[in-house]
Antibody, heavy 122, light 106 residues
């Protein structure tokens, strides 16, 4: 049973860079059967997809965040990471990491971390 | 960008009711749609993928249908543990989510 766990600072100052890591256990991050994503949820609001990274290292970002976001893999640690720069209060949210699974040509996020609240404030 | 519109955004229902939630896509997305359930303080959980395929372990009272631009999630007999917020997600292009439907106890 795969498990995902987010980690990183819970408080980030405006204009700085938000950095989070997702540690994957119970499965290899290098498997071609899966991909890895970040999703966020501002308090009391809906889900926003941030981006995905694939076993090859290729990435796919939400166009609305693309200029500020970077996702990377660390296969030696079975982790993937999110960096979001130039943050503002609007980036305050619970950040989730998730595993994307393929079923033929179809896909979904089938496993999620518990989420971590990141507050942007001075 | 493909937009997803869920309706209703809020739904009040009783245990045992049949509940239907609709998700409309601004462009055709074939069957590239998933449904998630989220309870307060918890991560979302996938219920349905490929528009109508039940995720392993999900009770059979949940079902999904549709293709193209109109999709539905149906709960055949609402149970106490089903009171939650439900989201659709399109996976044809950028995997955006719908705005959510909160199902509350009547």
């Amino acid at each position: 049973q795969v498990q995902l766990q987010e980690s990183g600072p819970g408080l980030v100052k405006p204009s700085e860079t938000l950095s989070l890591t997702c540690t994957v256990s119970g499965g290899s991050i290098s498997s071609s059967s899966y991909y890895w994503g970040w999703i966020r949820q501002p308090p009391g609001k809906g889900l926003e997809w941030i981006g995905n990274i694939y076993y090859s290292g290729s990435t796919y970002y939400n166009p609305s965040l693309k200029s500020r976001v970077s996702i990377s893999l660390d296969t030696s640690k079975n982790q993937f990471s999110l960096k979001l720069n130039s943050v503002t209060a609007a980036d305050t949210a619970v950040y989730y990491c998730a595993r994307g699974r393929y079923s033929g040509s179809y896909t979904c996020f089938d496993s999620w971390g518990q989420g971590t609240l990141v507050t942007v404030s001075s | 960008d493909i937009q997803l519109t869920q309706s209703p955004s809020f739904l009040s229902a009783s245990v045992g009711d049949r509940v239907t939630i609709t998700c409309r896509a601004s462009q055709g997305i074939s069957s590239y749609l998933a449904w998630y359930q989220q309870k307060p303080g918890k991560a979302p959980k996938v219920l349905i993928y490929a528009a109508s395929t039940l995720q392993s372990g999900v009770p059979s009272r949940f079902s999904g249908s549709g293709s193209g631009t109109e999709f539905t999630l149906t709960i055949s007999s609402l149970q106490p543990e089903d009171f939650a917020t439900y989201y659709c997600q399109q996976l044809n292009t950028y995997p955006h989510f719908g705005g959510g439907t909160k199902v509350e106890i009547k």
